[in-house]
């Protein structure tokens, strides 16, 4: 089955700086990516997703970038605020039938003022 | 706020007990999704409903059952609580197995 590996698992900023968040998947039939922040006591919120047709998409301050031949995808935040500090979990996902998310292990952000 | 509910928010039980967690689903999402968050771990998926049948399971204990409702609501079910239970439940909704996901405030289990 599929397996997501995701680093680092920490990561510290000052404000203002980029942070990057890198994932690798296993399982090349996978072809979505989505990009989840969990702030403390909250539910995993969506951020940002991506399919395998694009290779990188971008919102605002933050894109992701896919390539389907090393199979590893990355989360970038550029002009990182304190308000972006949190847990961001990476996922993978097949595109036929009922295909679970499994996620990465998570990176905890923090972005210091 | 994503429009997926979750109740109870904490729920705090003994070794042995039985405890079931409600979820509502976003407005027109078919499919429910449980997902077990223990401490310092990753999101483990649990189980998946799409219009009131399973479709997908995961790392579900036997010790846990759930289902979906006409109305779309889910419940999860846990029974002869173990310690290690305990962790954050979420429950997560989308249009159909092939969208995004949406999850809610989680439900926070205690057992002691």
């Known amino acids: 089955g599929e397996n997501v590996e995701q680093h680092p698992s920490t990561l510290s900023v000052q404000e203002g700086d980029s942070a990057v968040i890198k994932c690798t998947y296993s399982?090349?039939?996978?072809?979505?990516f989505p990009w989840y922040k969990q702030e403390l006591g909250k539910g995993p919120q969506l951020i940002i997703d991506?399919?395998?047709?694009?290779g990188e998409k971008k919102d605002q301050r933050i894109a992701v970038t896919l390539n389907k031949t090393a199979k590893h995808f990355s989360l970038h935040i550029t002009e990182t605020q304190p308000e972006d500090s949190a847990v961001y979990f990476c996922?993978?996902?097949?595109?036929?039938?009922?295909?679970?998310?499994?996620f990465g292990t998570g990176t905890r952000l923090l972005v210091s003022p | 706020d994503s429009g997926v509910t979750q109740t109870p928010k904490h729920l705090i039980t003994a070794t042995g007990q039985r405890v079931t967690l409600r979820c509502s689903p976003r407005?027109?999402?078919?499919?429910v999704y449980w997902y077990q968050q223990s401490l310092d771990q990753g999101l483990q998926f649990l189980i998946q409903?799409?219009?009131?049948?399973?479709?997908a399971k995961g790392n579900i204990l036997e010790r846990f059952s759930a289902q979906q409702f006409p109305d779309l609501h889910s419940e999860l079910n846990l029974s002869s609580l173990e310690l290690g239970d305990s962790a954050l439940y979420f429950c997560?909704?989308?249009?159909?197995?092939?969208?995004?996901?949406?999850f809610g405030p989680g439900t926070r289990l205690t057992v002691l």
């Open positions: 997560a909704s989308s249009k159909t197995s092939l969208d995004e996901q949406f």
């Open positions: 399982d090349s039939a996978s072809n979505y």
């Open positions: 991506i399919r395998s047709n694009v």
């Open positions: 996922a993978a996902r097949g595109n036929t039938g009922f295909q679970k998310l499994v």
């Open positions: 407005s027109g999402d078919l499919s």
């Open positions: 409903y799409y219009n009131g049948e399973e479709r």
